[in-house]
């Protein structure tokens, strides 16, 4: 079953196909005293971004976990991941705060080899990945825990 974040896909989805649309008039036939290379070239990688972003999240099959980005795949045993965790986002679109604080979270694997595998394709608040990472955390067969968010106070 493949884990991801609908909204901040269909957005790279659609921004990346609106773009390609636009971009094929040029490409065909450029405007003269335009350069004839930049349509041609940026055309293919449009669409290779609008169909990547239809595959980017976490896949868990019987055997394997399976971390699709945009750049990236990577494929760990499923008997190996040992947590799955919530983590800030530090990646493309936004660089980690000096602070550690981040509006963007993500989804990180931790191996029984000290490995980490992040899912920068996965995305988005806090309440939206934390959901994600409880979906994973039951389809990798690691215990679910509801833990309390770190910046509320708890009623006493």
């Known amino acids: 079953m493949l884990v991801r974040t609908p909204v901040w896909t269909g957005a790279v989805f659609a921004y990346s196909a609106l773009m390609a649309v636009l971009l094929f008039p040029g490409a065909v036939e450029p405007a003269p005293g335009e350069p004839t290379w930049v349509g041609p070239a940026a055309l293919p990688l449009l669409i290779v971004l609008a169909l990547r972003a239809l595959v980017v999240g976490v896949a868990v099959t019987e055997r394997e976990v399976v971390v699709r980005n945009f750049l990236s795949t990577r494929r760990i045993a499923r008997d190996e991941v040992i947590d799955i965790r919530l983590v800030n986002y530090s990646g493309f679109i936004a660089w980690q705060s000096p602070s550690g604080l981040s509006a963007l979270k993500s989804v990180e694997l931790r191996t029984d080899r000290g490995r980490v595998v992040k899912a920068y394709g996965l995305f988005g ?17 690691l215990p679910v825990d509801r833990q309390e968010p770190r910046h509320r106070v708890k009623p006493s």
């Open 125 to 141: 608040t806090s309440r939206a990945i934390s959901s994600r990472v409880r979906r994973l955390r039951a389809q990798v067969g």
